[in-house]
């Protein structure tokens, strides 16, 4: 099975910071990764699939990039809506939805 | 609006059986395949089944195989997870997710969730 892996697993950023997120892969998921938001007491929401390509509706502070087995979702300016857990999730084989472990973004 | 609604949770004794229920709105329902996945309360997303659009692929995470069973009324626009011989490790929140494809596969994503519904096994 492969194994996805996120780093930090929590951080604190103030309004208006650059926020970066890693998700890795244990084997090559060429661009098979979605990222997504989540807020307490809610459902996940679709930021970003196939590595890159930001969900309609969702702003442009987003982006994705890798390939292979290393990607990283990135928040241009940290707004305080952002703050909440991000998952990445690989859709390459069965079990079709695995997920990363998350990363808690926080009010600094 | 495209809808998901989750129902069926509740608390629920070890080695019990329960069925959750989800129904859909706003979209051509036979048209995606659909997913469970779960959230064991302050805990990370664990994808647990899904179905294709006409019911002939499913598919399990290993946790789960052979104790739940995922399926799907067209007619009536519901997804339905019987879930048999709970362990209190199945204690979570369940969603419901839409697929963006007929099939579930190597691509596959989900846009539309429904608000979740909690079992609770324990005794």
């Known amino acids: 099975d492969i194994q996805m892996t996120q780093s930090p697993s929590s951080l604190s950023a103030s309004v208006g910071d650059r926020v970066t997120i890693t998700c890795r892969a244990s084997?090559?998921?060429?661009?098979?990764l979605n990222w997504y938001q989540q807020k307490p007491g809610k459902a996940p929401k679709l930021l970003i699939y196939?590595?890159?390509n930001l969900q309609s509706g969702v702003p442009s502070r987003f982006s994705g990039s890798g390939s292979g087995t290393d990607f990283i979702l990135t928040i241009s300016s940290l707004q305080p809506e952002d703050f909440a857990s991000y998952y990445c999730?690989?859709?390459?084989?069965?079990?079709?939805?695995?997920f990363g472990p998350g990363t808690k973004v926080e009010i600094k | 609006e495209v809808q998901l609604v989750e129902s069926g949770g509740g608390l629920v004794q070890p080695g019990r059986s329960l069925r959750l229920s989800c129904a859909a709105s706003?979209?051509?329902?036979?048209?995606?395949?659909l997913h469970w996945v779960r959230q064991a309360p302050g805990k990370g997303l664990e994808w647990v089944s899904g179905?294709?659009?006409?019911?002939?692929?499913?598919a399990y995470a290993d946790s789960v195989k052979g104790r739940f069973t995922i399926s799907r009324d067209n007619a009536k626009q519901f997804l339905y997870l019987q879930m048999d011989s709970l362990r209190a490790e199945d204690t979570a929140f369940y969603y419901c997710?839409?697929?963006?494809?007929?099939?579930?596969?190597?691509?596959?994503?989900?846009?539309?969730w429904g608000q979740g519904t909690l079992v609770t096994v324990s005794s």
């Open positions: 196939a590595a890159s």
């Open positions: 084997q090559s998921i060429s661009t098979y």
């Open positions: 179905i294709s659009w006409n019911s002939v692929n499913t």
């Open positions: 997710a839409k697929d963006r494809a007929h099939y579930y596969g190597s691509g596959s994503y989900s846009s539309t």
């Open positions: 706003g979209f051509n329902f036979d048209d995606y395949a």
């Open positions: 999730q690989q859709s390459y084989t069965t079990p079709l939805f695995t």
